[in-house]
């Protein structure tokens, strides 16, 4: 019988699914990596398992520890399933523009979830990193993940990720797009991907307000290109130490609506309800469409599932409110009618009888109801 031992045997082995409407018009085949398949609902299970297990080994979680880790929700995610599992606490410290769904989530497996603002320096004692590290060096028998920092997080891909879509693709893949956050993912696939096949292009997407992009393409860590986003999940306002930019050939930027639009499009014309990154990875493949060619095989990776977002991205009134939908006018929407559409209006002194009366009239009852 195929019964697994508990709910952590089940990670790994998302599916390649391919796009076809998004991507109708390139000249190869792009598929999607879809990681919400893993119980956690995102990739950040495997890295989140492979750092406590590691932890474990070094002797630095012992039994009956604390988890402690800054995290935007997935990864704290992963961590709370593997300390259910093997009995560890958890807390997390997250920020105040991460979903409130994630939140929720967090505390429904049993996790503490502490909120700190967004808007400050990595450095400052408010950041969700230096509360993390605070709060590691005063409960004892504690063990902070450093997901930034540590290198468990892109061995994880290194060991599954990048060797399952290797397989997957029986070694035809030419092209790894992939969102740039903590590093892990696309250092560790990337990392293996290589190796089998020096030839592979990597390309990472940022965000704006990120500043990885201009330290992959100078190599200097500027401030000044930070500055508040909206995207979840990736972007960063310092380089983690999971980052080996030798193994990452391009990076793209994308802006929080265009990001935001593409992955409701994914929902609607794919039948893929991701979150943030996944809509930003394919914008970002999109702005890069002119690199590709016929024969390319590209594999995008999309971290986590739409559920996370369901009051922010695929609601339409948080969209609304940021500029990300284009709302008509009652002008647009009389421009744009065609020209046998008779235009009907009511006066103010109409009753609803005498309103419906003209409906009734040009046969409009049916199109209202």
């Not at 230096?130 to 920092?149: G, M, T, W």
């Not at 939908?325 to 009652?330: A, G, P, R, S, Y």
Request: charged content about 25%; overall charge neutral.
């Amino acid at each position: 019988m195929d019964i697994k031992s508990n709910i952590l045997e089940t990670i790994g082995n998302a599916p390649l699914i391919r796009l076809n409407k998004i991507t109708k018009d390139f000249p190869c085949t792009v598929a999607a990596k879809v990681e919400y398949f893993n119980p956690g609902n995102s990739v950040k299970d495997r890295m989140a398992v492979k750092m406590i297990e590691v932890a474990e080994k070094e002797g630095k979680l012992k039994p009956g520890g604390t988890i402690i880790e800054c995290t935007s929700g997935n990864t704290g995610m992963g961590l709370a399933l593997a300390a259910v599992v093997k009995g560890y606490k958890c807390i997390f410290t997250t920020t105040d523009k991460q979903s409130k769904e994630k939140m929720d989530i967090l505390k429904a497996v049993g996790a503490e979830v502490i909120v700190c603002p967004t808007n400050v320096e990595p450095e400052d004692p408010r950041s969700y990193y230096s509360v993390a590290k605070r709060l590691a060096k005063e409960i004892p028998n504690s063990f902070h993940c450093n997901q930034y920092d540590n290198l468990a997080n892109r061995l994880a891909h290194y060991e599954t990720t990048g060797p399952e879509i290797w397989k997957q693709t029986e070694g035809k893949i030419t092209h790894l797009v992939c969102t740039a956050g903590t590093g892990g993912t696309i250092t560790g696939a990337a990392m293996f991907l290589k190796e089998k096949n020096p030839n592979i292009q990597v390309w990472a997407i940022d965000v704006y307000g990120s500043l990885l992009t201009k330290f992959f393409r100078t190599g200097e860590v500027d401030m000044n290109e930070v500055h508040p986003y909206i995207s979840e999940g990736f972007g960063e306002d310092f380089v983690p130490a999971n980052y080996d930019m030798q193994v990452i050939d391009y990076f793209e930027q994308v802006t929080d609506k265009d990001g935001a639009i593409m992955a409701r499009r994914l929902a609607k014309e794919e039948g893929i309800f991701c979150g943030y990154s996944a809509g930003s990875c394919v914008q970002g493949l999109l702005q890069l469409k002119h690199r590709l060619k016929a024969g390319d095989l590209v594999v995008c990776i999309f971290h986590d599932h739409g559920s996370r977002y369901v009051a922010k991205i695929y609601n339409d009134e948080w969209m609304m409110e940021r500029g990300f939908l284009d709302v008509k006018t009652f002008k647009d929407i009389v421009s744009s009618r065609s020209a046998r559409q008779k235009l009907v209006t009511v006066d103010p002194s109409q009753s609803v009888a005498e309103a419906v009366e003209l409906m009734k009239k040009f046969e409009l009852m049916k199109e209202w109801c």
